[in-house]
DNA sequence: GCACGAAATGTGACCGTGCACATCGAGGTC
DNA sequence: GACCTCGATGTGCACGGTCACATTTCGTGC
């Protein structure tokens, strides 16, 4: 009865319309939900779809409309709880919104590597490019490629406003250290991330301006690579001289390296040195000892890049400018100074 | 001149083909490679198609051969270590064959949000699915769904060979077991991983035989969930019994946690038990006492997934079937008993 | 010099959808 | 009742490739 559109291909919405006794264009107004269609004929249209299993394809909408309904990610060191989890909430958030996501990966910082990157992306047309990665390099080389599809990356408050989400990293960095000051250390140091990072500048513009809001003489921060690995070789460096009480890291795996390279001196964390991380990754609390770190929300700023990509305004305008605040998460890494 | 073409629209093959002086088909033919096309031909066609910039409209070729040049991944608790890097390794294997990844994200393990999951991927037609998510439920599910694409995991002798890569796990398992026993343990627990992931199915086995192998009394596995919260759980849990010298935990995240628990219960590692995790994640080195545990070579094990989905035997021919090896990274966590 | 097959290229249809425009009928206005 | 409006639906084409088949070009043997 309901086979004769089975041969062998799927259904596409003149089979629909056939079985409904209607033209496929009505077909094609009930997929869109267009307004004037008779609320008889929509169920009669989307009883015959239920029945033959009919799936819209997705390449012939594409190529009709020039647009993919995909959003690409452009992701660098994806293997790390941060990037990793912002391209899960995107992910997510892009499927409620109907979209699908496909992810580039930057092997390397090169100008090369970014270009084909981006080039991966757009061949797939993409409407539109989260950039999980040194955002500094990869906008720069989507401007000169004159990319015609909108871009955002994640931060707050900077030069790149017209592309960015507001998660105030700067709030999130002035409330570690904070909280260091208010422990009563005076010599603190910040292991920043790569500074084409815009969170990582954020995160050490935080600390800076915490440090001369409260007076407390600032030093220069140091630029690292977000691994543990790093977060390690800079601790022992730093053991070396021993004139801070406290370190501000800009991720968790850096914190911990840090940890592991003051142990590894003779030391001890928070007696000796008190460290902060940033992220709150799931391991965190089971640290030793358990970290102190700040934890933003990724599902809300998935949801933002999204809807701030599609354009989708009407999603969360109350507060929308407006940032996520991210929160202090005391645990057992630090404590009062020593001495 | 040459920019008749540009009327806000991209160029596509019968504009080159009019500036090439040739017909549209030709340039479909440069385009695919075709062997029957003269070399002056091709290079006046390749030298317009670099003259305007011209790239091929994957949904428009997508549309007529009905395959999309896309894999998808379908990923769970993919902001963890392992799924992150094989989804990492998959894009890069797949980049270099011409294919774009498309991911879509396990919210849960309900049988709804499984064929959602997988009918998201099926709306890119995607040309094939990796599944690195509970893989026997969703094996199931995508039985049931009648899917046409190929679909693999990653795991190595089991009862889905058809759809399985040959990374080692169970060599991997007895690789660790094998370890605590020469170090003279004989009551060794197995934390293992949710039994639907076949790779925690098969570090488990690899536990059990070499264990039984060695005539070491086995004791029954402990099923985890992956995250070191569970670890740290039951962690305190067992150390009420403490009936045991060592602890294989099915990954590093569990080991994290077993380790607080021990420690949080006021006894040592590895002086009163000593752990082994899996995957080597870059923070293992830097835990407290660094990890011992087994690496796995992701990139390795992404390209093969690719090249298998994509029947492309004649890749890696050579030791194909043969498994990737694991390999023990021996660090601080174990030593030999305390009694 | 011509027949012949293979190599090289061209022609037209088709994939499944959305868009612009045409059509049709019902209801309101005068 | 002629006219207009507007809601509901239908018609034909365009999107940018590939495929099957037709046609032209070219080298070769006799």
Known sequence: MSDDAERGRAP?????????????????????????????????????????????????RALVTSRSRTIGV???????????????AIENASKD?????????????????????VEHLLSQSVDGIVVIAPQVRVFRAIEELDVRVPFVTVQSGGDLDDHSIGVDQVA?????TRHL??????????LAGPQDWIEAEA???????????????????????????FGYRAGIELMRVRDFTAIFSSN??????????????????????SIVGFDDIPEAPHFWPPLTTVRQDFDELGRRCVARLLGNLEVDTVGYRGS???ELIIRKSTGPPAF
């Open 12 to 60: 596409n919405i003149r089979d629909v319309a056939r079985l409904a006794g209607v033209s496929h264009q009505t077909v094609s107004r009930v997929l869109n939900n267009h307004p004037s269609i008779r609320d008889s004929t929509r169920d009669r249209v989307l009883a015959v779809m239920d029945e033959v299993n009919y799936r819209p394809n997705r390449a012939a």
């Open 74 to 88: 452009l992701a660098s060191q994806r293997s790390q709880y941060g990037p990793a989890s912002m391209i899960q």
């Open 97 to 117: 919104a109907g979209y699908l996501v496909s992810t580039s990966n930057l092997p390397d910082t090169s100008e090369e590597s970014i270009v084909a990157a």
């Open 172 to 176: 999130g960095g002035r409330l570690a």
């Open 181 to 190: 000051i208010e422990l009563g250390h005076r010599n603190i140091y910040h």
């Open 203 to 229: 995160r050490m513009r935080g600390f800076l301006v915490e440090m001369s809001t409260q007076d407390v003489p600032t030093t220069a921060p140091i630029l690292g690579d977000w691994t543990a690995d």
């Open 252 to 273: 968790d795996q850096m914190a911990l390296g840090l940890i592991h390279a003051i142990r590894d001196e003779g030391y001890d964390v928070p007696r000796d040195v």
């Open 324 to 326: 996520i605040d991210p």
